[in-house]
């Protein structure tokens, strides 16, 4: 007799390839497609760091080895000393340090480490997609928590603990924020950190865009500097954004002891370790000057200025608030009665501009879309006098 076998796990067949990937794959198959979707800078890996490869790839007969499986000792240690630097917090690189493949798949690690089937954690509404899927892929839950907009998408502190309950696990956050591109407040920050610790829960600080803040620099606030939570606290620097690094796959993890030896468990199961070539890139951008980063900063910085005149130009097809850090904006759509899917459709294939539908970000993303502006001043005034023309005034 046949047996009709469902070869496909619940875990994957309930998640679909996030909508970012989506617009990117529907796009490359366009021609002259003005993409806003993808988070990815337009920038190369600076000349130093590309350089100390080239000369190493020759002269170190390990670089094409594994590596441990929580990093190379030497990049743990300038890792906690960089830590020291930022957060006035010490970090032992044995057993609070670890290297990964960038911050989903050391997010991925932590999600296995921490969450039984049915376990809930808390994202933010609007949210970052992946965050959701990952969580689902693991099993569990991610329980919104909503973000108002008329209230610039600020921390609502005091709904929070409402949202957590006997299966609750974990928090995480993005600050600054991707889709908003809103850094939320030291004063919110503090009061989520003190919530996770009455209810002793894990607080996932995902720190992709720090350098990126613009004149917002003073507003940034690194929660896991303070003292108190580093029992409670999984701090996730990534090299992707700020060292224009996407594609060599490499972050590191700052955790509790007694997390990094579950996560280690899962990252050797899994991955055995980060590429070594990627890790010693990393210990070039760690313990050299990042002279790049005031050029990224400026360039991203007119792309902003950019992109926020070019909304300010069309209040009848959009209206949104001034990101604060980042490299996303996240207008509402006033345009058109479709959803945020739909919008997006029409957009790539009656204008060649492709976008990210908000609903990806969570339910209060609908009537929205992603535009991530870490493509070319040119991409930007296209992809708007495209809108323009299907839009006009
Ligand atoms: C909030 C957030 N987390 C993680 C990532 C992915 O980072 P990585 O390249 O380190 O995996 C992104 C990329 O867009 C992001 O915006």
């Known amino acids: 007799m046949e047996v009709d076998k469902n070869w496909i796990s619940n875990n994957v067949s309930s998640i679909t390839i996030s909508a ?37 790839l020759e002269s170190d007969p390990d670089i094409g080895k594994y590596a441990l499986p929580d990093g190379l000792p030497e990049l743990r240690e300038a890792v906690a000393k960089k830590h020291l630097a930022a957060t006035g917090i010490s970090v032992d690189p044995d057993l609070n340090v670890m ?3 960038g911050n989903m798949q050391g997010l ?4 296995h480490a921490i969450i039984d089937p049915g376990d809930e954690i808390v ?17 569990g839950k991610p329980v919104f928590w909503t973000l108002d907009e008329t209230r610039d998408w600020q921390l609502d502190v005091d709904s929070l603990p409402n949202l957590i309950g006997e299966r609750t696990k974990a928090i995480v956050l993005v600050s600054p924020s991707n889709p908003t591109g809103k850094i939320f407040t030291e004063e919110e920050l503090r009061c989520v950190g003190k919530i996770a610790l009455d209810h002793d829960i894990l607080i996932l600080l995902d720190d992709p865009y720090c350098h990126f803040t613009y004149e917002n620099q003073d507003r940034y606030f690194n929660l896991s500097s303070v003292p108190e939570l580093t029992n409670h606290i999984a ?4 090299f992707s954004k700020t060292h224009a690094m996407s594609g060599w796959r490499l972050g590191y993890m700052i955790v509790p002891e007694r997390i990094k030896r579950e996560v280690l468990k899962v990252h050797d ?7 070594r070539i990627s890790q010693v890139a990393g210990l070039v951008a760690l ?10 900063e400026d360039i991203l910085a007119r792309r902003r200025s950019l992109i926020c005149q070019r909304l300010d130009a069309v209040p009848h097809i959009f209206q949104y608030i001034k990101p604060e850090g980042a490299y996303y904006v996240f207008p509402k759509f006033t345009t058109d009665q479709v959803d945020s899917v739909n919008f997006s459709i029409k957009l790539l294939e009656t204008a060649k501009v492709a976008v990210t539908p908000g609903s990806a970000f969570g339910p209060s993303g609908e009537q929205h879309v992603r535009m991530a502006y870490c493509v070319s001043e040119e991409t930007i005034d296209k992809a708007f006098d495209r809108i323009g023309a299907l839009f006009p005034g």
């Open 99 to 101: 290297i990964t493949c």
């Open 123 to 139: 994202v933010t509404d609007p949210g970052f997609a992946s965050h959701f899927q990952q969580i689902r892929l693991c099993g």
């Open 269 to 275: 199961a899994t991955i055995i370790c980060t590429p």
């Open 20 to 56: 970012i990937k989506e617009m990117a794959i529907r796009s490359a198959k366009i021609e002259n497609v003005a993409s806003l979707a993808w988070g990815l800078p337009s920038f190369r890996t600076p000349e130093h760091i590309r350089y100390a490869i080239e000369q190493r």
């Open 235 to 238: 701090y996730l620097f990534t």
């Open 287 to 296: 313990t050299e000057e990042p002279v790049h980063l005031r050029t990224f």
């Open 108 to 111: 991925n690690s932590l999600f």
